[in-house]
Protein backbone atom coordinates (compact mmCIF):
# COMPACT_ATOMS: atom_id res chain seq x y z
CA UNK A 1 0.00 0.00 0.00
CA UNK A 2 0.99 3.49 -1.02
CA UNK A 3 -0.45 6.70 0.72
CA UNK A 4 -0.49 9.82 -0.83
CA UNK A 5 -0.96 13.58 0.39
CA UNK A 6 -1.14 16.73 -1.65
CA UNK A 7 -0.34 20.02 -0.38
CA UNK A 8 0.21 23.68 -1.94
CA UNK A 9 -2.82 24.31 -3.93
CA UNK A 10 -4.67 27.74 -3.99
CA UNK A 11 -5.74 30.92 -5.52
CA UNK A 12 -2.92 32.52 -8.01
CA UNK A 13 -3.48 35.21 -10.27
CA UNK A 14 -2.71 34.41 -13.93
CA UNK A 15 0.82 34.50 -15.15
CA UNK A 16 1.70 33.53 -11.04
CA UNK A 17 3.03 30.52 -9.70
CA UNK A 18 2.53 27.85 -7.43
CA UNK A 19 4.21 24.69 -5.95
CA UNK A 20 2.42 21.79 -5.46
CA UNK A 21 4.20 18.87 -3.22
CA UNK A 22 2.94 15.05 -2.11
CA UNK A 23 4.81 13.03 0.17
CA UNK A 24 4.52 9.13 0.11
CA UNK A 25 4.27 6.64 2.43
CA UNK A 26 4.04 2.91 3.10
CA UNK A 27 6.80 1.74 0.32
CA UNK A 28 9.97 2.43 -1.26
CA UNK A 29 9.93 5.45 -2.80
CA UNK A 30 12.71 4.97 -5.29
CA UNK A 31 11.11 2.52 -6.48
CA UNK A 32 7.80 4.19 -7.58
CA UNK A 33 6.59 5.98 -10.68
CA UNK A 34 5.22 9.18 -9.65
CA UNK A 35 2.61 11.21 -11.77
CA UNK A 36 0.54 14.23 -11.40
CA UNK A 37 -3.44 14.33 -13.11
CA UNK A 38 -5.82 17.10 -12.87
CA UNK A 39 -9.46 17.42 -13.31
CA UNK A 40 -11.41 20.68 -13.75
CA UNK A 41 -15.52 20.09 -13.36
CA UNK A 42 -17.37 18.64 -16.15
CA UNK A 43 -13.81 17.81 -18.06
CA UNK A 44 -12.01 13.94 -17.88
CA UNK A 45 -9.11 13.75 -15.75
CA UNK A 46 -5.65 15.02 -17.79
CA UNK A 47 -2.04 14.10 -17.40
CA UNK A 48 0.10 17.12 -15.97
CA UNK A 49 3.30 14.90 -15.65
CA UNK A 50 5.49 12.23 -14.53
CA UNK A 51 8.90 10.82 -13.19
CA UNK A 52 9.94 7.30 -13.11
CA UNK A 53 12.27 6.09 -10.35
CA UNK A 54 15.65 7.33 -12.68
CA UNK A 55 14.24 11.45 -12.86
CA UNK A 56 13.09 11.08 -16.18
CA UNK A 57 10.72 13.47 -17.05
CA UNK A 58 7.42 13.42 -18.71
CA UNK A 59 4.97 16.09 -19.28
CA UNK A 60 1.57 16.94 -21.19
CA UNK A 61 1.27 18.95 -23.64
CA UNK A 62 -0.58 21.89 -22.51
CA UNK A 63 1.88 22.23 -19.69
CA UNK A 64 5.08 21.70 -21.62
CA UNK A 65 7.71 24.17 -20.68
CA UNK A 66 5.94 26.08 -18.11
CA UNK A 67 5.56 22.97 -15.43
CA UNK A 68 8.66 21.21 -13.70
CA UNK A 69 8.11 18.10 -11.70
CA UNK A 70 10.68 16.68 -9.62
CA UNK A 71 11.38 14.31 -6.98
CA UNK A 72 13.63 13.99 -3.97
CA UNK A 73 13.96 9.76 -2.67
CA UNK A 74 15.03 10.95 0.90
CA UNK A 75 12.46 13.20 1.11
CA UNK A 76 9.35 10.42 -0.31
CA UNK A 77 7.95 13.42 -2.04
CA UNK A 78 7.26 14.96 -5.93
CA UNK A 79 6.65 18.51 -6.47
CA UNK A 80 4.97 20.53 -9.32
CA UNK A 81 6.45 23.78 -9.83
CA UNK A 82 3.97 25.66 -12.20
CA UNK A 83 4.56 28.80 -13.58
CA UNK A 84 2.61 31.10 -15.91
CA UNK A 85 -0.07 29.92 -14.38
CA UNK A 86 -3.29 30.16 -16.92
CA UNK A 87 -6.99 30.00 -15.73
CA UNK A 88 -7.50 26.95 -17.73
CA UNK A 89 -5.12 25.56 -15.13
CA UNK A 90 -7.52 25.79 -12.44
CA UNK A 91 -8.41 21.86 -11.65
CA UNK A 92 -8.19 19.46 -8.74
CA UNK A 93 -4.64 17.99 -9.49
CA UNK A 94 -4.03 14.53 -7.68
CA UNK A 95 -0.99 13.04 -7.30
CA UNK A 96 -0.58 9.03 -8.27
CA UNK A 97 2.01 6.08 -8.05
CA UNK A 98 2.38 2.79 -9.18
CA UNK A 99 5.86 0.26 -9.24
CA UNK A 100 7.76 1.17 -11.90
CA UNK A 101 7.26 0.05 -15.46
CA UNK A 102 9.30 -1.43 -17.81
CA UNK A 103 8.33 -0.99 -21.60
CA UNK A 104 6.12 1.37 -23.05
CA UNK A 105 6.79 4.22 -19.89
CA UNK A 106 6.56 6.95 -22.34
CA UNK A 107 2.81 5.84 -23.30
CA UNK A 108 1.84 4.48 -19.75
CA UNK A 109 2.68 6.99 -17.45
CA UNK A 110 -0.30 9.14 -19.40
CA UNK A 111 -2.86 6.64 -18.70
CA UNK A 112 -4.60 7.37 -15.32
CA UNK A 113 -5.46 3.71 -15.46
CA UNK A 114 -2.01 2.86 -14.99
CA UNK A 115 -1.66 4.01 -11.27
CA UNK A 116 -3.02 2.16 -8.75
CA UNK A 117 -2.48 4.83 -6.05
CA UNK A 118 -4.16 8.23 -5.77
CA UNK A 119 -3.88 11.11 -3.32
CA UNK A 120 -6.96 13.19 -2.69
CA UNK A 121 -6.16 15.96 -4.42
CA UNK A 122 -5.58 19.71 -3.94
CA UNK A 123 -7.77 22.46 -5.54
CA UNK A 124 -5.85 25.14 -8.22
CA UNK A 125 -7.31 28.30 -8.88
CA UNK A 126 -6.07 31.02 -11.08
CA UNK A 127 -8.24 34.23 -11.77
CA UNK A 128 -8.38 36.01 -14.51
Known amino acids: QVQLVESGGGLVQAGGSLRLSCVAS????????MGWFRQAPGKEREFVAGVDWSGSTYYGDSVKGRFTISRDNAKNTVDLQMNSLKPEDTAVYCCAADSDWGGLKGLRVRLSGEYEYWGQGTQVTVSS
Open 26 to 33: GRTFSSLI
